[in-house]
C-alpha cells in the first residue's frame, strides 16, 4: 500500500504543467517524466562543430566562426534559451580601451549571440528558438527553427539554407556538459 502510494506520488512529482502567458494568447507546456525531449535539451552544450554542406557536395566551416569555433548553449526548465558563438582567432585590439573602426567590425564578424524562449514540436523534432535580444537587431522577434537528432551525448542541428545560394544545408552539433566534464 505504501509502496503504491510513493509510485502514484512519483509519477504525479514527474509531470509539471507550466503554463504562461506570451504575446497575445496562452501557451502550455507539458514537461514530462525524466527522459523527455525537454529534459534532454536543458542543461548547458559545448560547440562541438558548424559546417555548411555546399551544393557541389563539399563542406565548410561556417566562415564567421572558422575551423575551431566556440560556444555554448544553454537550455532552462522555465523554457529560456541562451546562444553564443565565436571565431576564437578574432585580433586583439590593439588598445583595448579605443578600438579602432576595423577592430570593432572585426570583433562582430567572428561572433553571434542571442536569448529568448524556446518551443520544442517533439512530433516534427523541432527546437524553435524565439530571440528576444540578439548581436543583430534584426533577429529579435524570429522564429529559428532548428530540426534536432540527439545521438549519445550530443544534439545536432540540421536543415537547408535558402538566403545563401551556394549553401545547400547547415549541420551543427553539441556535447552536453555534465557537472564534471572537460569542454
Same mark, same amino acid.
Given at each position: 500500500?505504501?509502496?503504491?502510494?510513493?509510485?502514484?506520488?512519483? @509519477?504525479?512529482?514527474?509531470?509539471?504543467? %507550466?503554463? @504562461?502567458?506570451?504575446?497575445? /494568447?496562452?501557451?502550455?507546456?507539458?514537461?514530462?517524466?525524466?527522459?523527455?525531449?525537454?529534459?534532454?535539451?536543458?542543461?548547458?552544450?559545448?560547440?562541438? %562543430?558548424?559546417?555548411?554542406?555546399? *551544393?557541389?557536395? !563539399?563542406?565548410?566551416?561556417?566562415?564567421?566562426?572558422? +575551423?575551431?569555433?566556440?560556444?555554448?548553449? &544553454?537550455? %532552462?526548465?522555465?523554457?529560456? &534559451?541562451?546562444?553564443?558563438?565565436?571565431?576564437?582567432?578574432? +585580433?586583439?585590439?590593439?588598445?583595448?580601451?579605443?578600438?579602432?573602426?576595423?577592430?570593432?567590425? @572585426?570583433?562582430?564578424?567572428?561572433?553571434?549571440?542571442?536569448?529568448?524562449?524556446?518551443?520544442?514540436? #517533439?512530433?516534427?523534432?523541432?527546437?524553435?528558438?524565439?530571440?528576444?535580444?540578439?548581436? !543583430?537587431?534584426?533577429?529579435? /522577434?524570429? *522564429?529559428?527553427?532548428? +530540426?534536432?537528432?540527439?545521438?549519445?551525448?550530443?544534439? %545536432?542541428?540540421?536543415? *537547408?539554407? @535558402?538566403?545563401?545560394?551556394?549553401? #545547400?544545408?547547415?549541420?551543427?552539433?553539441?556535447? *552536453?556538459?555534465?557537472?564534471?566534464?572537460?569542454?
Amino acid at each position: 500500500m505504501i509502496l503504491t502510494k510513493l509510485i502514484c506520488l512519483r @509519477s504525479v512529482l514527474l509531470v509539471t504543467l %507550466t503554463t @504562461s502567458v506570451a504575446g497575445n /494568447g496562452l501557451i502550455t507546456t507539458v514537461q514530462g517524466q525524466a527522459g523527455s525531449v525537454r529534459d534532454k535539451f536543458v542543461g548547458t552544450w559545448v560547440l562541438v %562543430t558548424a559546417k555548411n554542406r555546399m *551544393k557541389d557536395g !563539399s563542406e565548410r566551416f561556417y566562415p564567421e566562426l572558422g +575551423p575551431r569555433g566556440k560556444g555554448y548553449l &544553454m537550455y %532552462t526548465a522555465d523554457g529560456h &534559451m541562451c546562444a553564443q558563438l565565436m571565431n576564437p582567432d578574432r +585580433p586583439n585590439w590593439k588598445d583595448f580601451n579605443n578600438p579602432t573602426d576595423a577592430e570593432k567590425i @572585426s570583433a562582430i564578424d567572428g561572433f553571434a549571440a542571442y536569448c529568448g524562449r524556446y518551443e520544442i514540436d #517533439e512530433a516534427r523534432a523541432i527546437m524553435m528558438h524565439l530571440p528576444e535580444l540578439a548581436w !543583430s537587431p534584426n533577429f529579435i /522577434g524570429t *522564429k529559428q527553427p532548428r +530540426p534536432y537528432t540527439f545521438r549519445g551525448d550530443e544534439v %545536432t542541428f540540421a536543415g *537547408k539554407v @535558402s538566403d545563401e545560394p551556394e549553401v #545547400e544545408g547547415y549541420q551543427i552539433t553539441w556535447r *552536453k556538459v555534465g557537472p564534471h566534464n572537460d569542454h
